[in-house]
Nanobody, 114 residues
């Protein structure tokens, strides 16, 4: 059974940082490109970032460049998202997703507020 379990969300002040994790199991994690996707309250899904199977190439949505860093540890079957300089507009539920599949995690809430 495929499982993707996100963690690390929470309440943070503007300008703060959070590190999200996504623990994967039930599939060959190191064979897949991985993504972070988010959904803000009342809005649609927004792609955030992606990373190739070996972690060599990363991709970011324009508004996240320079603030967010995606990484993976294939030995631990874990995906990460380091988020710095957070803004209220970053408030959303963050999901990890396996590229080319319908595999999603349950999401972790990130709230940026003073």
């Amino acid at each position: 059974e495929v499982q993707l379990v996100e963690s690390g969300g929470g309440l943070v002040q503007p300008g703060g940082s959070l590190r999200l994790s996504c623990a994967a199991s039930g599939f060959a994690f190191d064979n897949y490109r991985m993504n972070w996707v988010r959904q803000a309250p009342g809005k649609g899904l927004e792609w955030v970032s992606a990373i190739t199977w070996n972690g060599v190439i990363t991709y970011y949505a324009e508004s996240m460049k320079g603030r967010f860093t995606i990484a993976r540890d294939n030995a631990k079957n874990t995906l990460y998202l380091q988020m710095n300089s957070l803004k209220p507009d970053d408030t959303a539920v963050y999901y990890c997703r396996v590229s080319g599949t319908d595999y999603w995690g349950q999401g972790t809430q990130v709230t940026v507020s003073s």
